[in-house]
């Protein structure tokens, strides 16, 4: 039973159509984490937030928006899809530590495809 | 230079064997440290924690080396199901941001 949802699970859409993941956590997490990773590649950070109101760009500069307007609920948004975008794109988070750090809890991804 | 380093392999094993994975990592503050496994086209899942004293789960031991900036996991008797890619995981705390970084995995086949 998933703790961390994200929805559509497949998503295909045409260049330059607006689109948002969705990805809700019922854990109470402060924490949370947009990654992105093509097929056999590695997991590259591209948004995280700590709380409410908390959003960050990660390592991977990446075209689209995030919003954090509750604690369990951390969409991703882009304006306007093109083909490069294409990817899965994975929602984690994750307790709060003080130090160090908890590991996280992953949704089963959304694997986007722009046509 | 990638943050985390590891042999992409794939390693394939027979049934029953032990096989090892290494993992380096460049940051010499990383704080904590872990062993993802990722099954083919599905999120990765928490395996083990890494621990300085070095730690075992059932048939998994992990090990840290801070000193050379290594990791490893040992897996014994390894079983079909254990079939996947292995990815090392380390968190840093930098300039406020505490985020893990992700290794881009070792595959596993366990053959029959």
């Known amino acids: 039973e998933a703790d961390i949802y994200q929805t559509p699970r497949y998503l295909v859409i045409g260049t330059g159509k607006k689109i948002t993941l969705e990805c809700s956590q019922t854990m109470g997490h402060d924490k949370m984490y947009w990654y992105q990773q093509d097929p056999g590649m590695e997991l590259h950070l591209i948004h995280y937030?700590?709380?409410?109101?908390?959003?960050e760009k990660g390592d991977l500069s990446s075209e689209s928006t995030v919003s954090r307007i509750r604690t369990e609920h951390f969409p991703l948004t882009l304006e306007s899809a093109r083909p490069s975008h294409t990817s899965q794109y994975l929602c984690?988070?994750?307790?709060?530590?003080?130090?160090?750090?908890?590991?996280?809890?992953f949704g089963s991804g959304t694997r986007l495809t722009v046509v | 230079r990638k943050e985390v380093e590891q042999d992409p392999g794939p390693f394939n094993v027979p049934e029953g064997a032990t096989v090892a994975f290494n993992c380096t990592y460049s940051?010499?503050?990383?704080?904590?440290f872990f062993w993802y496994r990722q099954d083919c086209r599905k999120e990765p899942k928490l395996l083990m924690s890494v621990y300085s004293s070095g730690n075992e789960d059932g048939r998994f031991t992990a090990q840290l080396n801070r000193a050379s900036q290594y990791i490893s996991l040992l897996i014994r008797d390894s079983k079909l199901s254990d079939s996947a890619t292995y990815l090392c995981v380390v968190g840093v705390m930098d300039t406020g941001r505490r985020a893990l970084t992700f290794g881009s995995g070792t595959r596993l086949q366990v053959q029959p």
């Open positions: 940051n010499s503050a990383s704080q904590s």
């Open positions: 937030s700590y709380g409410v109101n908390s959003t």
């Open positions: 984690a988070s994750s307790e709060n530590r003080d130090r160090g750090f908890y590991g996280y809890t």
